[in-house]
Structures are given as structure tokens and as C-alpha cells.
């Protein structure tokens, strides 16, 4: 088994969820008392989200890259960087370390093409949602994608920050995202993708006839996948 490492805390909350779905991914592969090989570094969320404020994105990466040496260093043999809008510091963190890194776009397109999905919409960060570095990586596997309104965007990317980063799922966030969603497939979008780590904590297949694309669970499969490739 590969040791997988893991640049989190961007926030923690999706953290949890990806050390629980990658040990319970390699439990189901392997059975008996088997775990994952994996190490963690874990940022402070809010130096980053300054830095993201700010758009002082060079340093961010420097960030990033620096755990991604320390990662290399501790015996990980391959990255993942536990968040969707970070990925676009993703080069940086690739130049600084000689392991691979298993980008969440590539994942993601991965499985909706597996789905027979060309058409998708993207719910994330403003940052994923209006700049090019993860919607273009997509469409350079031929998938279409549609983003929302101001109004949805903002909304969006408001409870992302406001309310799931710091462990608030309201009811009232949920309805609006599914509004969204709805918008999103009346314009053509044949599924939409979960595009930040913590939007899982918010809404699932189970609230909505849409099919959704949870990047964090699609992440830590390939994650468990690649561990284990022979």
C-alpha cells in the first residue's frame, strides 16, 4: 500500500471526511483491521483564507509547497490537496516535491465522464466557480460547464465561508443551494459538481433528483485507488 499525503484544514470540517472516506475505502478494499497509509499536514485555515482575500496566491502556494515537502519527507508517496479552490496553487505545489500529485479536476472528470456527463454544473468558492484554473481543466476533457448567477455565486460561495467552514449546516442554505441546482439542470447541465470540499456537508443525492458529483468523495476514492494500485 502507497502512503498518501494529505495537505488538509483547508477547513478541517472536510478534513473529517476525507481521512473517514479514505480508511473506510481501503477497510472495504482490503477487510479485517485494515487502515490507510497516511500523513497529514494541516494548515491554519484562516492564514490561508487571508491569503486568498487577498489574492496574494504566490504566497499561498509557497504554503502548500512547503507542506507538500514536508509530506515527501515523512514517506508519502503521492499528494492530495484536500480542497478545490487550492488546486489553483496546484503547479507550484507539483514543482516543489519529485511525488505525484492527484489533482480533484482530473477525479472529477474521471467520473463524469464515466457517467456520460458533457454538461455540468459548478458550484465552489468564487474563486473555482469565475477563474479559469479548475473549469478549464475540465474543459480540456470536453465537459461543458456552468456556473451560476451573480446573485448564485455569491450566495454560494457566502455559506461556504460563513456557515459549512465553520461547522453551520442551516436549513434555510440548503434550500437556497438546491434552488441553484435546479436553475443550473433547467440550463442544461445533466448533473453538478459539489465543487468544494464542504458542500457535502450541506446537500446529497438524497435532495435532489440532480446528480451530484461530491468532489470529496470522488477525491478520496482515487486517492484509495491509487494507494492501492499495484
Given amino acids: 500500500m502507497k502512503t498518501i499525503g494529505i495537505i488538509g ?12 472516506l479514505i480508511n473506510r475505502g481501503v477497510a472495504a478494499a482490503q477487510g479485517g483491521l485494515h487502515s490507510a497509509k497516511l500523513v497529514l499536514y494541516s494548515v491554519d485555515f484562516a492564514e490561508i483564507e487571508a491569503l486568498q482575500s487577498s489574492g496574494d496566491w504566490q504566497r499561498s502556494g509557497e504554503l502548500l509547497a512547503q507542506a507538500a515537502r514536508a509530506l515527501q519527507s515523512a514517506g508519502a508517496d503521492f499528494v492530495v490537496i484536500a480542497t478545490n479552490t487550492m488546486h489553483k496553487v496546484a503547479d507550484q505545489v507539483m514543482e516543489a516535491v519529485a511525488i505525484p500529485l492527484l489533482h480533484i479536476a482530473d477525479a472529477t472528470a474521471d467520473a463524469l465522464l464515466d457517467a456520460g456527463i458533457d454538461c455540468v454544473g459548478l458550484l465552489g468558492t468564487r474563486f473555482t466557480m469565475e477563474q479559469a484554473f479548475y473549469r478549464e481543466r475540465l ?14 455565486r455569491a450566495m454560494v460561495d457566502r ?15 440548503r434550500r437556497d443551494y438546491l434552488e441553484v441546482i435546479d436553475q443550473l439542470a433547467s ?20 435532495d435532489t433528483g440532480v446528480p451530484l458529483f461530491d468532489t470529496t468523495e470522488i477525491h478520496a476514492k482515487a486517492a484509495v485507488a491509487n494507494a492501492l494500485e499495484s
Avoid at 460547464?145 to 448564485?152: D, F, R, Y
Avoid at 455559506?159 to 442554505?173: D, H, N
Avoid at 440550463?187 to 438524497?206: D, H, R, S, W, Y
Fill in 187 to 206: 440550463e442544461g447541465a445533466q448533473g453538478v459538481i459539489l465543487g468544494c470540499t464542504e458542500i457535502g456537508l450541506l446537500v446529497g443525492e438524497g
Fill in 139 to 152: 474543459e480540456a476533457r470536453g465537459i461543458r460547464v456552468l456556473v451560476p448567477g451573480e446573485a448564485g
Fill in 159 to 173: 455559506v461556504i465561508y460563513q456557515e459549512l467552514c465553520r461547522g453551520k449546516v442551516e436549513p434555510q442554505s
Fill in 9 to 20: 484544514g483547508m477547513s478541517w470540517e472536510s478534513s473529517v471526511s476525507y481521512y473517514q
